[in-house]
Every structure is written in structure tokens, then in C-alpha cells.
């Protein structure tokens, strides 16, 4: 059974910093592409960054030179390091894995609870 658990969401102020975490069980994070993913209340789910099994990562527009995603492939777990957050970038935050090495299908079979990031002015 695979599982993602997301931590170190919480209250920054604007220009911040936080590192989010995923660990995932049953999971071979090595070999996957996982992703974050980001959703505010009323809005759809945008797609925050993606790493691949070679670890070539992709960033939305919105958070390019400012969040980095990594993977520990020991450790198994997924990484996003934040920094000059903005209040925009409050939302809900989720670790998603995929079954497939590229990141290119956009298909995410497992997620995570997701947790809060909240950036004040």
C-alpha cells in the first residue's frame, strides 16, 4: 500500500522560507516521476513542480528561482524548498507520485493529505 506523507507546511511571512517534505512507503520514489501540486479554496489544482526517475525537474511559471524540488532516493522522500514566498503562494499543498518515470503523461496515481502553507504580507 503505497502512502505519501507531506510535512512542514505552516505561517511565514512574505519573503520566507519553508522546505515541505513527502515521505513515501511502498513506493519506489527512485524510479518515479513525483510532483507538488498546490490548490486554494475555489481555484483548480495547479501543478507547482515535477522531478523525473533521472531527476530532471520542471517549475511553473509562477515559481521558477524561487522553490527548487529534489528527491533523497535513500531516504525515499520528496522535497520542495521555497524561498521569497509571496502571499499568492498560499494554498494547500500536495505530494503526488506517479507510476511512470517521465513526467510527461501528467498521470498521478497516489496522493498525499496535502499540507498548509499560508504567506502573510
Known amino acids: 500500500q503505497v502512502q505519501l506523507v507531506e510535512s512542514g507546511g505552516g505561517s511565514v511571512q512574505a519573503g520566507g522560507s519553508l522546505r515541505l517534505s513527502c515521505a513515501a512507503s511502498?513506493?519506489?520514489?527512485?524510479?518515479?516521476?513525483m510532483a507538488w501540486f498546490r490548490q486554494t479554496p475555489g481555484k483548480e489544482r495547479e501543478g507547482v513542480a515535477t522531478i523525473n526517475s533521472d531527476g530532471v525537474t520542471s517549475y511553473a511559471d509562477s515559481v521558477k528561482g524561487r522553490f527548487t524540488i529534489s528527491k533523497d532516493n535513500a531516504k525515499n522522500t520528496l522535497y520542495l524548498q521555497m524561498k521569497s514566498l509571496k502571499p499568492e503562494d498560499t494554498a494547500m499543498y500536495y505530494c503526488a507520485a506517479s507510476n511512470y518515470w517521465t513526467c510527461s503523461r501528467n498521470e498521478y496515481a497516489y496522493w498525499g493529505q496535502g499540507t498548509q502553507v499560508t504567506v502573510s504580507s
Open positions: 511502498g513506493y519506489a520514489a527512485s524510479r518515479n516521476c
